[in-house]
Each structure stands twice: as C-alpha cells, then as structure tokens.
C-alpha cells in the first residue's frame, strides 16, 4: 500500500514550504518506525496490533503527523508489562503510553463502545477481540484504517478508496453516527477542509438532519476542531461548510452573529485580506476572518470565549480585530500612527500579516522606530523633575503626545529633545 505517497500542492499544511513538508515527512517516518518496533514487540509476545487512525491517513496521503496510534488485543496490564516505559493515561479506556524508541504512542486495546446516552460519550466500553470490531467504532472511512507488520492495510470500510475520492465517509449510518456522537459532524466538516475533500451525500444530509444534537457538545471540543480548521491549507472550505451546515445554530453557547457569515470571503470587506490559507498564523486567520464579518472586537472575542480559548488569545484577536476596524475605510499616515499607538504594536502586525497590500503601512510602521510610552528616552519622573511639577496625570498625556511627535518622525528621541519639546508643549498649553 502507498506510504510516504503524494505530497502535491493541496496537501502543504500551515507555513507549507516544501521544505517543511518534507522535514515533517522525515518526523513521520521515524515516528512510524517506532510505531512498527511496539508491534514487533507486541507480536512477540503473542499479541496482535496495529497501527491505527489518522496517522495511517496522513502517511497514505503523504502528510506529515505527528501522533501514532496503536490498537492492540493485549490487555492495558499486559501492554505495561511488555514496556520498560509505560504510563497508564487512560485505563478507564483501555489506553497506555508507551515511549519507545524515542517516541512515545498511545497503545489502546481493541475496543468498542456502548450506549451514547448523551449523544457525546458511550456509557460504557468494551474490550473486543478483533482489529474489525476495533475499526468499526471510528468516525470516518479513512480513519477506520490499520496497517499491520507485515504491510498488510486492514480496510474494511473503503477507506483507501474514499482516500482516492478524496471523500468523508462515515463507517456505517451517517444519522446514526451523529446521534451517538454530535462532535462527529463538526469533525466531518474539519476533514473536508484540512484534507481538501468532499463530503458524501450522506454525510451531509445527516448533518442537516442532526445538526440539533450538537447542543449536546462541550464547546471547547467544538472550539479544537474548528482550531484545527483554521490552520489548515483551506480554512475558507470549512468555514463555508460550517456556514451551509446549519450547525452554528444548535451550539451549545450562541455564538454573536458575526460568527454565522462564514464563508462571504468572496464579497467586499475580504477583498483587502489575503486569502486565509496564505497567512502563516492561525491566530492571524481567525482576526481576519472575524474583522472580515465586520464583528466588533467584543463580538471577536466573545467567539474566542465560547469556545474556550486562551485569555491570551482573545485579547490578541480583539486587538487585531480592533485594527482592522480602525484601518477601514483606508487611513492616511497620521490615523495610522494613532492606530498603533492606541492598540499596540502586535495588533498593526497581525493586521499587516493578513492584507493584500501590506505597503505603505509596513513602511509606515518601521520609520515610526518608537511603538510605545517604554520606547521613549525620557521617563515621566524625568519630566516631572526636569519641568519643576508635581507628577500627575498631565505626566501620562504629555508622554502619549510626545510619543506621537517621536512617532510621526517630528522629533528625535532622545533626552534632550524630548525634554526641550516638552517644556514648549506646557508652555504653549498655559
Ligand atoms: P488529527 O490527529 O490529525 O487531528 P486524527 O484522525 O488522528 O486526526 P484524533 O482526534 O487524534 O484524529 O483521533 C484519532 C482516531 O480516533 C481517529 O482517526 C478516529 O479513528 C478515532 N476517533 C477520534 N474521535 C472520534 C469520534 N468522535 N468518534 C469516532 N472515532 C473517533
Ligand atoms: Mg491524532
């Protein structure tokens, strides 16, 4: 079977140089190396086992990875007592991590699951005896694949083929699949757009019709899939799907409105962005994205919220959003320098990473040499002294105005200018 296969254009992941895609491919192969090392040593032992899931995907795609998966017959007890390095990380589902070789897996019995009462996690699971009943609990064709030692690919469901349709296709009944399991439709539409394929009818019409069980799912497992969305090579794919899909209707915590105009990147304010997949940064991506659906900065981060993403990153997306707002409709110098001054200069550079036409402002940007009060050669106390005063908030408005003059290149930053400017500032002012 195809391993280390096509590496062409539609397969470069976020940042995809060719060069990175092969170091990645390099990463793969040693990982998958280790990976057949466990099932030797598992087969000598009188155990089957195999190495499952994405990773089998990615290598017949030609896509780097970087987790491998094993699914074993041995008990989660014996598989500890075959590895020197074993650390029992899920037990409760029949998971243990083993590091070997230098790299460490997740070596899981074969298993199936019970009774998704809930619609997002079995009940219960079970131990199984076979690879098969192992391979008919996933999601999706091309994830229900094993490769064994011997080179042999366990494929019961056509995941091989759907590979080579490039096509999500659930094992078994769509509608059945998400009802057990809601997050499995969020998950459907993530592949489409990190691996560039097409839904099956089926799929889709079973996303349609069970789209309200999503309410069922933690919005931080909605928040990782569509993460992952974005830092793939064709997050515009996803965020139309997820828009058509009618899922962001049935979430769990309403997302602000903004966030349902997925997938308008064609129409107006997204002509003066870059197209999403050509900025190297996620977070760069998601304020483009969010700044494009004309959401305010709070709406920006309320989505960030929901979805439980870091404090840090929300306030980085609210500052780029922000940004953008300030910078439309176009601004000359001067509103330009305000703007950096008041959101700081990470948030200029995201918005400078996710436009078409990156000059003047970049320009701009560099010949300010001063971003913030920090960059200043004078510290307020020395203003203070240096104009006989009581230190008060006239200190922190002087700064701001002399930041802007050092800014618009009106005056140099030195001490002794800035000190002079000031003095003429109060004067002038009384
Ligand atoms: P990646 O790691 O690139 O995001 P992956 O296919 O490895 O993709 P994981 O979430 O790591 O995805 O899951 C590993 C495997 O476990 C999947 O390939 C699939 O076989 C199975 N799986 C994961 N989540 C589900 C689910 N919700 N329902 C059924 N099977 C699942
Ligand atoms: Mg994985």
């Known amino acids: 079977w195809p391993a280390g296969g096509r590496a062409g254009a539609g397969v470069l992941t976020m940042g995809g140089t060719e060069e990175n895609v092969s170091m990645g491919v390099a990463e793969a192969n040693r990982l998958w190396e280790a990976g057949l090392s466990v099932l030797r040593r598992l087969a000598d032992h009188g155990f089957q086992a195999y190495i499952v899931g994405g990773c089998v995907r990615d290598r017949a795609l030609g896509r780097p990875f970087h987790d491998v998966d094993i699914a074993t017959s041995a008990r989660p007890e014996e598989v500890m007592g075959i590895f020197e390095r074993a650390i029992p990380t899920g037990l409760k589902h029949g998971t243990v991590t083993v590091v070997h070789d230098g790299a460490a897996m997740e070596v899981t019995t074969f298993r199936t699951e ?7 996690r079995p009940d219960a699971i079970v131990f199984v005896g076979t690879i098969e009943e192992d391979l008919a609990r996933r999601d999706f064709t091309v994830n229900a694949m094993a490769a064994g030692l011997d080179g042999k690919l366990v494929d019961p469901f056509g995941g091989m083929e759907d590979l ?8 078994g009944d769509a509608d059945a699949r998400f009802s057990e399991d809601a997050l499995r439709m969020v998950r459907a539409i993530r592949f489409a757009s990190v691996l560039g394929f097409r839904l099956a009818k089926s799929v889709w019409r079973g996303i349609r019709r069970q789209a309200p069980r999503l309410k069922n799912v933690a919005m931080e497992r909605i928040g990782a899939e569509w993460d992952k969305m974005m830092a793939g090579p064709h997050p515009e794919r996803g965020l139309g799907l997820l828009a058509r899909s009618g899922l962001l209707a049935h979430l769990k915590e309403p997302l602000p409105a903004a966030a349902f105009v ?3 990147q064609e129409s107006g304010a997204f002509r003066k962005f870059l197209p999403l997949h050509q900025m190297e940064d996620k977070d760069v991506r998601w304020a483009a994205f969010l700044a494009g ?7 920006a981060g309320l989505v960030f919220r929901a979805l439980r993403f870091s404090g840090a990153r929300q306030e980085r997306i609210e500052s780029a959003v922000a940004f953008a707002r300030r910078m439309d409709p176009a601004q000359d110098r001067e509103a330009f320098i305000d703007a ?3 959101l700081g200069l990470p948030a200029a550079e995201d918005w400078l990473a996710a436009v078409a036409e990156p000059e003047p402002y ?3 940007l560099r010949q300010m040499g001063v971003y913030a009060i920090g960059d200043l050669a004078v510290r307020g106390d020395e203003l203070a002294r240096s104009l006989n005063r009581r230190p008060g908030p006239w200190v922190g408005r002087l700064l701001r105005r002399l930041l802007k003059e050092a800014a618009a290149g009106r005056t140099a930053n030195t001490r002794e200018t800035l000190l002079s400017l000031a003095a003429e500032i109060v004067e002038e002012t009384e």
Do not use: H, Q
């Open 262 to 264: 997925c997938g308008g």
């Open 340 to 342: 950096v001054l008041d």
């Open 114 to 120: 019970f009774g998704y009462s809930d619609g997002r």
């Open 293 to 299: 659906t004309k959401a305010s900065p709070e709406e």
């Open 164 to 171: 080579r349709r490039r096509v999500i296709r659930c094992v």
């Open 362 to 364: 970049r320009a701009w």
